[in-house]
Each structure stands twice: as structure tokens, then as C-alpha cells.
């Protein structure tokens, strides 16, 4: 274990990781400099024993870094897991499948302590590939950071996207820890999607200075295709409800104005589109359609995404064809909604 004294700790959870994905992340770690770094490695349980091998022995030749082999508990459990082992005044979570830049954990330690903020957006690439855009230095004003929580609570952060900066996931960043600490800030458990999402509100909300920073480029984002968010599956229809009960706690605690109670209702549009591009109208969903028209209709029927979908007005949707969707979806007109969606997504 690394004695110097740690000013930053970097968390990287890694569940059942493509071992070329784990390895070039661990080999990033690596290449960090500084004794002022550790490196928090947590297996949640992976099954594919060269996670287990892979990060044992990054632990072993680098005693900057702390390895836990634990029992699956998710995501969040794991990283705040990891925020409870965490020494350093600072924090950075690096997703398994993804790579740090070189240097990023020193240039990031040197933005925070010259800005003296409570956390940084950084910039970002893809696999390397940095993203054009104009370079931008800024703190967020009162009015800036309202606006960034209401964009992060209706899922519509592609104005950020565009600035290379990633504003709604807790990679490519950099947290001053003692704000979590005072304040109760971790990972909803049992939440296996927007989790990412609802630690950074939290954040945001009790954060007194946030800045962006995309003149600096510090994680490179891998296109994993293996990865959850990308295969057929039933979560995103079954966190919907879930993922609406802690907006809607964040927003009746924080922000109870409609503005944002608005935004909830376009989550609620967004993430059906989810469920549909992932599950009901996946061309590797083999569930009969009459099961997944039933499955819809009982979505539909939720307390809470029957709540935030009347909200949604229909001038704030743009196209005129998802309007008409709206309605049927508001009026639960599932037969006719399956007749319209199926040709907008990709043939079973």
C-alpha cells in the first residue's frame, strides 16, 4: 500500500470486463504519475476469472493500488463501497472499459486546487478521437447550474455532449470528496440504470462551484459492444418506475417548481423510447408480441409514468409523428402504438 500522502483516489468498479477492455484501462492507471494517487480496483463479482487475474496483478506491481475481490452487489453498491475506502481529499471513478488520458489525474488535481471547486467537468474523447469544439473555461452561474440540473433530470445533456464535456455520468471528472461526505452523497442502490445520473445531481445541488473545463482532455471513452447498455434487455422497462421515485425525491426536496416537474415527464418520453430501442422493438427480443404488448400497457399503467406522462405537453415535442405517438401513449392505445413503432426500429 502506497504510505505518501494521498491527495487523490481513483474508483474503478469492473464486473465481467472484456479482458482487452481491462487491460488497457488498467494500463492507463498505471501510466499516471505521482505517489500522491491510489488506485481503488473492486471486482464486484466478476465470473470471468482474468478480471480476478488482471487486477491482482496491477495490484501487485504497483503499490499505489488497492485491489477488493467482493460479492456481486452492483455498481453502486460497489463504488460506494469504494468512496468509503477512498484517503484522498479528491475522487475520480473510471469506468473498467474505459482509459485515462496521460497525466489526466495531476492535471486534474492541478484544475481543482487553482479553481478551488467543488467539482470539474472535464473533457473527453472516444477511444482516443478527441472531439472538435470550441475550447471553454467557465464557472457555472446559479441560472447555468438550474439549467444543468433540469437538462440532467429530463435526459437531454447533448448540448454538453457537443462541448466534449459528459456532465450526467461521474466519469471525467473530478470531486472535492468532503462535499459527498457532509452532505450523504452515494450511488442509489438497486438501481441499474440512471444511477450515474442521480449521484451527479446530488452533487451539482450541494456543490457552492462548479466549472467546465473541456481544455483538457482526460478520459477516453471505449465503445464496449458488450456492454449492457447496448444489448436486448428488460431493465430499462424495469427501472423505469424506479428511476422516476428518485427524480421526483430530488426534485420535490430541491427544485419543486414545475419547470422541473415538466422535466420528469420528459424523462418518462425519453425513457420509453429506451425501452422500446432495447427491448420491446429489439430485432434479438424473442419475447411474443402479444407478451410485450401486455408488458407495455402495464409500463403505461405505472402510478408514476401514467403521472409524468401527463405532464408531458405536446409543443414541447418536436415531431409531429412522436406526437401522435404521445397521444396513443397517454390514452394507453398500445395496438396502435406497435402498429406505427414497429417500422421506425430495426426488423426482428
Given at each position: 500500500?502506497?504510505?505518501?500522502?494521498?491527495?487523490?483516489?481513483?474508483?474503478?468498479?469492473?464486473?465481467?470486463?472484456?479482458?482487452?477492455?481491462?487491460?488497457?484501462?488498467?494500463?492507463?492507471?498505471?501510466?499516471?504519475?505521482?505517489?500522491n494517487?491510489?488506485?481503488?480496483l473492486?471486482?464486484?463479482?466478476?465470473?470471468?476469472?482474468?478480471?480476478?487475474?488482471?487486477?491482482?496483478?496491477?495490484?501487485?506491481?504497483?503499490?499505489?493500488?488497492?485491489?477488493?475481490?467482493k460479492?456481486?452487489?452492483?455498481?453502486?453498491?460497489?463504488?460506494?463501497?469504494?468512496?468509503r475506502?477512498?484517503?484522498?481529499?479528491?475522487?475520480?471513478?473510471?469506468?473498467?472499459?474505459?482509459e485515462?488520458?496521460?497525466?489526466?489525474?495531476?492535471?486534474?488535481?492541478?484544475?481543482?486546487?487553482?479553481?478551488?471547486?467543488d467539482?470539474?467537468?472535464?473533457?473527453?474523447?472516444?477511444?482516443?478521437?478527441?472531439?472538435?469544439?470550441?475550447p471553454?473555461?467557465?464557472?457555472?452561474?446559479?441560472?447555468?447550474?438550474?439549467?444543468?440540473?433540469?437538462?440532467?433530470?429530463?435526459?437531454?445533456t447533448?448540448?454538453?455532449?457537443?462541448?466534449?464535456?459528459?456532465?450526467d455520468?461521474?466519469?471525467?471528472?473530478?470531486?472535492?470528496?468532503?462535499?459527498?461526505?457532509?452532505?450523504?452523497?452515494?450511488?442509489?442502490?438497486g438501481?441499474?440504470?440512471?444511477?450515474?445520473?442521480?449521484?451527479?445531481?446530488?452533487?451539482?445541488?450541494?456543490?457552492?462551484?462548479?466549472?467546465?473545463?473541456?481544455?483538457?482532455?482526460?478520459?477516453?471513452?471505449?465503445?464496449?459492444?458488450?456492454?449492457?447498455?447496448r444489448?436486448?434487455s428488460?431493465?430499462?422497462?424495469?427501472?423505469?418506475?424506479?428511476?422516476?421515485?428518485?427524480?421526483?425525491?430530488?426534485?420535490?426536496?430541491?427544485?419543486?417548481?414545475?419547470?422541473?416537474?415538466?422535466?420528469?415527464?420528459?424523462?418518462?418520453?425519453?425513457?420509453?423510447?429506451?425501452?422500446?430501442?432495447?427491448?420491446?422493438?429489439?430485432?434479438?427480443c424473442?419475447?411474443?408480441?402479444?407478451?410485450l404488448?401486455?408488458?407495455?400497457?402495464?409500463?403505461?399503467?405505472?402510478?408514476?409514468?401514467?403521472?409524468?406522462?401527463?405532464?408531458?405537453?405536446?409543443?414541447?415535442?418536436?415531431?409531429?409523428?412522436?406526437?401522435?405517438?404521445?397521444?396513443?401513449?397517454?390514452?394507453?392505445?398500445?395496438?396502435?402504438?406497435?402498429?406505427?413503432?414497429?417500422?421506425a426500429?430495426?426488423?426482428?
Open positions: 500500500m502506497n504510505d505518501n500522502k494521498i491527495e487523490l483516489s481513483i474508483i474503478v468498479p469492473a464486473y465481467n470486463i472484456p479482458e482487452v477492455f481491462l487491460s488497457r484501462c488498467v494500463s492507463s492507471l498505471h501510466a499516471q504519475k505521482g505517489n494517487l491510489e488506485f481503488i473492486l471486482n464486484d463479482g466478476s465470473s470471468f476469472g482474468w478480471v480476478d487475474g488482471i487486477l491482482r496483478e496491477a495490484a501487485d506491481i504497483d503499490d499505489r493500488m488497492v485491489y477488493v475481490n460479492p456481486n452487489t452492483g455498481v453502486s453498491d460497489t463504488r460506494n463501497e469504494g468512496m475506502m477512498a484517503r484522498g481529499e479528491y475522487l475520480m471513478f473510471v469506468d473498467a472499459d474505459d485515462l488520458m496521460p497525466d489526466a489525474c495531476q492535471k486534474s488535481l492541478e484544475c481543482i486546487k487553482e479553481s478551488n471547486a467539482v470539474i467537468v472535464l473533457g473527453y474523447c472516444f477511444s482516443h478521437k478527441e472531439i472538435r469544439h470550441n471553454i473555461s467557465i464557472i457555472i452561474s446559479e441560472e447555468e447550474k438550474e439549467r444543468l440540473l433540469c437538462d440532467i433530470v429530463s435526459w437531454d447533448k448540448e454538453y455532449t457537443s462541448l466534449g464535456l459528459n456532465v455520468a461521474p466519469w471525467g471528472k473530478i470531486f472535492k470528496k468532503n462535499i459527498a461526505e457532509k452532505n450523504n452523497i452515494i450511488y442509489p442502490v438501481l441499474a440504470r440512471s444511477q450515474d445520473a442521480i449521484f451527479c445531481l446530488y452533487f451539482y445541488e450541494y456543490s457552492r462551484k462548479i466549472v467546465f473545463d473541456n481544455r483538457i482532455c482526460i478520459y477516453s471513452y471505449n465503445d464496449n459492444m458488450d456492454s449492457v447498455c444489448s436486448c428488460e431493465t430499462s422497462v424495469r427501472m423505469l418506475p424506479f428511476i422516476l421515485g428518485e427524480l421526483e425525491k430530488f426534485v420535490e426536496k430541491h427544485r419543486p417548481i414545475n419547470k422541473f416537474r415538466r422535466a420528469i415527464g420528459l424523462r418518462v418520453y425519453r425513457g420509453l423510447l429506451e425501452a422500446e430501442l432495447r427491448y420491446f422493438f429489439h430485432p434479438k424473442d419475447v411474443p408480441v402479444p407478451e404488448k401486455l408488458c407495455y400497457k402495464d409500463l403505461l399503467n405505472d402510478k408514476l409514468v401514467n403521472k409524468y406522462l401527463l405532464q408531458i405537453r405536446y409543443r414541447d415535442i418536436k415531431s409531429y409523428k412522436m406526437r401522435v405517438c404521445l397521444f396513443l401513449q397517454k390514452h394507453k392505445l398500445v395496438e396502435f402504438l406497435f402498429r406505427i413503432k414497429k417500422y426500429y430495426p426488423q426482428k
